[in-house]
């Protein structure tokens, strides 16, 4: 049985994860809008419908995700040689690592 | 069915608010009409609004309820914005597009040190005060400071670490003390660094952990120093080398936010003076964050902007305490 459960939903800021929903449920937020949460879990659902959150199977999730990491990794590659080199890096950009989600 | 006061030898009180409860109290809420429970509450990082606008290498001050972000990247800007507890609205523009840059104070009474904008090099060697309203008061904190941070108040500040850029030397160990009106060089702390934490009261008490540190190189570390007035000590190392990373409290009473280890993270950890433990993890990894100052502990603060992606959401932190739990049926 799965321990987590996928779902994208867009942060609008204030009350979002409310500080009691995070004393209940552990949360894990990734490129795409797309939020871990615990699986078989009433609060975890209510927050899921109280976010207006569109559920996703972990495949689902892993699309948009990787969706979002290639692009990233695209942008970065882009970047002029000077921006990359780690002793000049301004705010240490690096480029983004692949990211593999688990159930 | 045994009754509660069979079990208990105490019937549960009832009352009008929590005022004289213990912990582990049942009590019964005659104002709302409901069974409430006194229970050790966890940490935790709840989302709160969003600035208005998204970046990194920002600036922060103030509390989590009359917070101010300021600066940032990329791109660059010079936008002020200040919170109120629930939503971000824009104040008075900082003098030049800044990022890279040191904060520390109230938000009526912030002090804005050095910096760079990657864009018009040199670091910056200036400060400036916001009054709530705009930024004026420019002094020379007499040196450049790529990467340094500041600790205190706008009245009582400790600028730590940073120099110049360009050049291959911008982690230094020096620090600047500044009275309101003039800087002045204090006593230099051991280990070179900038993009660092800070946290502290004023120029009597302050705390650094980690950041940038070896010559002209982004190699972190997990190095605290104390400041007491004069000197620097070392304190307890981070358990992680951390760096580009951010916190706010006092030397005895801090927390330390994300940051890079080298990779964004979501870690937050709590030192007390002489031990750090772990506390609720931020929902994403984030790393040149900003911070409040909280209210020189760790029972209320938040973090704002970051990286990766440019992030314009706030986190706020709500400390370990014993608090009330309604009791529900389901």
Redesign the interface.
């Known amino acids: 049985m799965a321990n987590y459960q996928y779902s994208v939903a867009t942060n609008w800021g204030k009350g979002f994860i409310t500080h009691k929903d995070a004393s209940k449920l552990e949360f894990t937020s990734f490129p795409g809008n797309v939020w871990k949460v615990n699986a078989n879990n009433q609060d975890a659902n209510r927050w899921i419908a109280g976010v207006a959150g569109e559920r996703k199977t972990l495949a689902e999730a892993q699309a948009i995700v990787d969706a979002e990491v290639t692009q990233s990794q695209a942008d970065w590659d882009a970047l002029p040689a000077d921006q990359k080199a780690p002793t000049v890096g301004f705010e240490s950009v690096t480029r983004p690592e692949d990211i593999t989600l688990t159930e | 069915m045994a009754e509660y006061r069979e079990i208990q030898g105490a019937a549960v009180q009832s009352l009008a608010s929590s005022t004289g409860t213990i912990e582990g109290q049942i009590w019964y809420d005659n104002v709302n009409g409901a069974f409430k429970l006194q229970t050790f ?2 940490a ?7 600035m208005p606008y998204a970046g ?2 920002n600036a922060g001050a103030g509390t989590l309820t009359a917070g101010l972000s300021w600066g940032g ?2 791109p660059v800007v010079s936008t002020t914005a200040e919170y109120d507890g ?2 971000w609205t824009t104040g008075g523009s900082y003098p030049v597009s800044i ?2 840059h040191g904060g520390t104070g109230s938000q009526t009474e912030a002090l804005s040190v050095t910096g ?1 904008n ?1 864009g018009a090099p040199p670091a910056r060697s200036d400060a400036f005060e916001y009054n709530g309203t705009s930024w004026g008061s420019p002094t020379s904190v007499g040196r450049q400071g790529f990467g340094m941070k500041v600790l205190g108040t706008q009245t009582s500040a400790v600028a730590t670490g940073g120099g110049p850029y360009p050049g291959p030397t911008y982690n230094t160990n020096d620090t600047e003390l500044y009275d309101g009106s003039s800087w002045t060089a204090g006593n230099p702390f051991s280990t070179i660094r900038s993009f660092h934490s800070t946290g502290g009261v004023n120029q009597t008490s302050g705390i650094i952990v980690g950041g940038r540190s070896a010559p ?3 190699t972190a570390i997990n190095a605290v120093e104390e400041y007491d007035g004069t000197s620097w000590t070392a304190g307890t190392v981070y358990p992680t080398v951390v ?2 990373c951010n916190g706010w409290g006092a030397t005895n009473d801090f927390i330390q936010a994300g940051g ?1 280890v ?2 964004a993270t ?1 870690a937050c950890a709590i030192y007390d003076g002489s031990t750090w433990t772990s506390t ?1 993890s931020m ?2 990894a984030r ?2 964050n900003a911070t409040s100052m909280g209210t020189y502990n760790t029972q209320s603060g938040m973090t704002f902007g970051g ?3 440019a992030l314009n ?2 986190l ?1 932190f ?1 400390g370990a305490q014993v608090g009330t739990q309604t009791i529900t049926t ?1």
């Open positions: 509450l966890s935790s990082w709840a989302s709160g609004g969003n990194y290498t990247s990329f629930s939503t990022a890279n760079l990657p002209g190189t982004e760096k580009e890079s080298p990779t979501d609720a929902p994403a790393t040149l990286s990766p992606p959401t706030t706020e709500t389901t």
